[in-house]
């Protein structure tokens, strides 16, 4: 019989014995004269419209398949995608809409290069440059670094006195927000913990009586990354910024371009306030739907990393949060490349639409 060391060996994530980074070129470099220009307003042509939506390329290769949760969250082992082809890459834009969030673990995606890696996750959009987040120490501005450890608190200390519980969807007070986006673990605490959090919009707004739905539809809110700025300046020294402040307004209900689902998209982190409302309606509503989202564990999942996982989520039908969960001083590190997408389609109201009476949950209950 095993020993518990032996067993807690056997989960113990790689690092290397000296304490160095298993992935040095890709330390975080901040570059005080960097400036980043906007992207200007583009055509997207989502690449999910291609798909063939048996997925014979994407799934060619794969050997198990399952979801994490009834909401949100698959699992696909036996793909490497690195090797996927154009229509592969096509596929798996569809599978994320439809799944939110696709998890891929001992992938060689972090071995590729930054070129090889631009070109994969650019099928999906445009790259995002982020406007104060570091980039690698050996190149490439579209890459973003997320980096905790001792030897740089940045993170730790910017969460300090708050919670590291945020649920957002990255960069949403752009004019065209993200859409099929890659993270790729390059190295984990070394036990447990630094796991993200996804929950799935469409799920979150379903779950709303079809009343309060169409009570939505048709608002208009208003996100700014203002907060995320001060706070970055606040950090002292080490703040900077390479981007004004940015700020949006997208429809609260927004419609997927390629699967036609309807997604609550507000969130916490960026969203200010409701378009036409007085401030404490505002408030009042989103409010409402921040717990909403928040406390909503049944349409959440949670994804845990090892070096080489790649997570590939779609960002118009989820939110997501970090978890800042492990102890201070350990090292996680990977990276973020964004597509950004269309501008965010707005759900119509539909006058009658009898959803309430499709819904046998809801009729068995007496709800419509
Ligand atoms: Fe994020």
């Not at 969960?325 to 006058?351: C, N, Q, W």
Request: with cysteine; aromatic share 8%; net charge negative.
């Amino acid at each position: 019989m095993p020993s518990l060391s032996d067993l807690t060996k056997a989960v113990i994530r790689e690092k290397k014995q000296d304490g160095s980074p298993l992935y040095p070129d890709y330390m975080p470099f901040y570059d005080p004269l960097e400036k980043v220009e906007d992207i200007g307003s583009f055509e997207h042509h989502d690449p999910g419209h291609r798909a063939d939506p048996t997925f014979p390329n994407l799934l060619k290769n794969a050997t198990k398949f399952y979801d994490l949760s009834p909401n949100v969250g698959t699992e696909i082992e036996g793909v490497q995608l690195s090797q996927l082809t154009q229509s592969g890459l096509d596929e798996l834009a569809l599978l994320a809409a439809q799944c939110g969030a696709l998890v891929f673990r001992s992938q060689d995606f972090a071995d590729i290069g930054f070129s090889a890696q631009k070109r994969i996750v650019s099928h999906f959009g445009p790259l995002h440059v982020h406007g104060w987040a570091p980039h690698p120490d050996a190149g490439s501005h579209e890459h973003m670094i997320i980096y905790d450890h001792a030897s740089d608190l940045r993170v730790r200390r910017s969460w300090r006195g708050r919670s590291p519980i945020q649920w957002h969807t990255d960069q949403s007070p752009e004019q065209q927000p993200p859409g099929t986006t890659f993270i790729c673990m390059l190295e984990s605490p070394a036990q447990a913990g630094g796991d993200t959090l996804i929950s799935s919009s469409v799920a979150a707004f379903k779950a709303l009586s079809p009343r309060f739905r169409k009570r939505l539809e048709g608002l208009q809110a208003v996100h700014s990354n203002n907060d995320g700025v001060k706070q970055e300046m606040k950090n002292g020294e080490q703040a900077v910024m390479r981007r004004q402040e940015l700020e949006a307004v997208h429809p609260v209900v927004r419609v997927h371009p390629v699967t036609g689902e309807k997604a609550l998209y507000v969130n916490p982190v960026y969203t200010k306030r409701i378009v036409g409302f007085d401030q404490e309606e505002s408030d009042y509503l989103l409010g409402f739907l921040f717990d909403h989202i928040a406390k909503r564990a049944d349409f959440q999942c949670r994804f845990r990393y090892e070096a080489g996982t790649v997570l590939v989520w779609d960002q118009r039908v989820t939110n997501h949060s970090q978890t800042l969960d492990y102890p201070a001083g350990e090292r996680r590190h990977a990276f973020r490349l964004t597509p950004l997408a269309e501008k965010p389609i707005p759900s119509m109201v539909e006058e009658d639409d009898g959803q309430c009476e499709k819904d046998e949950g809801r009729v068995s209950l007496g709800l419509c």
